[in-house]
């Protein structure tokens, strides 16, 4: 009786074209893209590293230069 009550048409589910398969990528390739990435890291650390080292070093040679010295018998290396 219960087969009476079910939808006599069938259920018909559109399938849309896949998409184009991904290329394969090999270990080598992960391998080098992961390292280009580690470098570009590396490279912006050094970069910033040195401008912030830059500025550190100009201030306090700043700050050295305009302060007098402590003791009488010290004197500036001009390093």
């Not at 390739?29 to 490279?43: E, F, H, K, N």
């Not at 050094?46 to 004197?75: L, M, N």
Request: no cysteine; net charge positive.
């Amino acid at each position: 009786m219960l087969f009476l009550l079910q939808q006599q048409q069938p259920i018909v589910v559109p399938i849309e074209q896949q998409p184009p398969v991904t290329p394969s990528i090999s270990y080598g390739g992960m391998l080098l893209s992961a390292l280009g990435l580690v470098g570009v890291i590396i490279l912006a650390a050094f970069i910033v590293g040195g401008i912030i080292g830059a500025v550190i070093i100009w201030r306090k040679r700043r700050e050295d230069a305009s302060a007098p010295p402590t003791d009488a018998g010290q004197q500036r290396l001009r390093i």
